[in-house]
């Protein structure tokens, strides 16, 4: 694996290749895999989903400091979504927030990695987020103030589309509009899966694109993992003006271990140890 110096994401828009995020966001499925099964506990499906746009936004887009995580002119990433926060964990240990070892905190008691995160416990985590419907309105607030403050840092959210059947959301995109924040930059980790099945089944969200942009968003809609696009979305992101950006991440719950792939009941299991031989023999790690 390749080590970059924290130094290193001080600037957006690195020179990284695909080749390289695809080989890091291999090494975060099997962090994630790892952690929920030694704590038999956790979310390890929408983990999976989320983990080509995070990696993608803290090693190739967003501006932050590991050593210094409360940096000012810092871009900032908020996980409404916080059920899936071994995705984040993964990629701030990485990229130096804290060393690889305290992954195995993980849900642990008086350990620094709770099941959601905690702004008080975790370096590098910009709010406490888990009940779902509440990250995206703190991304608003932090949008507007960095606004007021004639800031040039960017708030970039991800939410969930069972998230997205929570009304907070819809009175946080409706602000996001009115406040003409172009400093904000939604993911929707659109995986269509949550804990009881189908989001079509439980409480359709659709159609996400022209509600989003009947809220007066700027919306784009990308495979979430296809790296390509996924940069492209957030390059094009920079250029918009007055409006808010939605990313609609088209994206597979378990993406990576065949037999977790599209399947609902992965939501917040953990693999029991012979699965996770299994699971991570197929994303290429001698076990």
Request: charged content about 25%; hydrophobic content about 40%; proline content about 5%.
């Amino acid at each position: 694996m390749v080590k970059f110096e924290p130094s290193f994401f001080k600037e957006r828009n690195r020179d990284i290749d695909e080749v390289t995020l695809r080989a890091i966001a291999r090494e975060v499925r099997k962090d994630i895999l790892k952690m929920t099964s030694e704590a038999q506990s956790g979310h390890p499906g929408g983990a999976m989903s989320a983990a080509d746009i995070i990696v993608t936004l803290y090693y190739y887009k967003m501006r932050h400091d590991p050593e210094n995580p409360k940096w000012e002119d810092r871009d900032r990433f908020v996980l409404s979504k916080g059920h899936v926060c071994p995705a984040l964990y993964s990629v701030l240990a990485r990229t130096s927030y804290f060393p690889l070892e305290k992954l195995h905190e993980f849900r642990k008691i008086d350990g620094s990695l709770q099941g959601h995160p905690d702004m008080k416990k975790t370096p590098g985590i910009e709010i406490s987020t888990g009940s779902l419907g509440h990250g995206i309105g703190a991304a608003v607030g932090m949008a507007l103030g960095l606004k007021l403050n004639k800031s040039d840092s960017t708030v970039y959210c991800m939410i969930g589309d069972g998230e997205a059947q929570e009304g907070s959301v819809w009175e946080a995109s409706m602000a996001a509009s009115h406040y003409n924040l172009d400093n904000l930059v939604v993911i929707l980790d659109n995986n269509n899966l949550q804990i009881d099945g189908p989001v079509d089944d439980v409480m359709s969200i659709y159609p996400a694109m022209e509600k989003w942009r009947a809220f007066g968003w700027h919306v784009i809609e990308i495979d979430g993992h296809n790296f390509r696009e996924i940069i492209g979305a957030l390059d094009e992101a920079d250029n918009v003006k007055f409006k808010p950006t939605m990313i609609v991440a088209k994206t597979v719950k378990g993406k990576g271990v065949s037999f977790m792939e599209n399947r609902a009941e992965w939501h917040g299991k953990a693999l029991p140890p012979e699965l996770l031989k299994e699971a991570l023999k197929e994303l290429g790690e001698i076990v």
